[in-house]
């Protein structure tokens, strides 16, 4: 059984930064796609950054460009999501995700989740 959990959310200012670990245990992030998703209160879940494990194929939010990043720790079986320059529209709830394949970052295409992690961004 695929079990996740992100962590390492918190309360930050904005301007500030925080990374977001995911830890995977039942299987391995190699040969999955992986997702980082956020779900503001009132709004749906949306894709932050996707990436397919096949072929590389990667994608990230408008919104976050040149401020997330995603990273793999393939020897602890961990993924990131580096975040600077935090705003207060990134305050939400964090999710990780994976797939078998991957059909494109929308939260529907992902079978396996984790808890969510808080992230609030102040003014």
């Known amino acids: 059984e695929v079990q996740l959990q992100a962590y390492g959310g918190g309360l930050v200012q904005a301007g500030d930064s925080l990374r977001l670990s995911c830890g995977a245990s039942g299987y391995t992030f190699d040969g999955y796609a992986i997702g980082w998703f956020r779900q503001a209160p009132g709004k749906e879940r949306e894709g932050v950054s996707c990436v397919s494990k096949h072929d590389g194929a990667t994608y990230i939010a408008d919104s976050v460009k040149g401020r997330f990043t995603v990273s793999n720790n393939n020897a602890n079986n961990l993924t990131y999501l580096q975040m600077d320059r935090l705003e207060p529209e990134d305050t939400a709830v964090y999710y990780c995700?994976?797939?078998?394949?991957?059909?494109?970052?929308?939260?529907?295409?992902?079978?396996?989740w984790g808890q969510g992690t808080q992230v609030t961004v102040s003014s």
């Open positions: 995700a994976v797939d078998p394949a991957f059909g494109g970052c929308v939260a529907d295409l992902f079978g396996s």
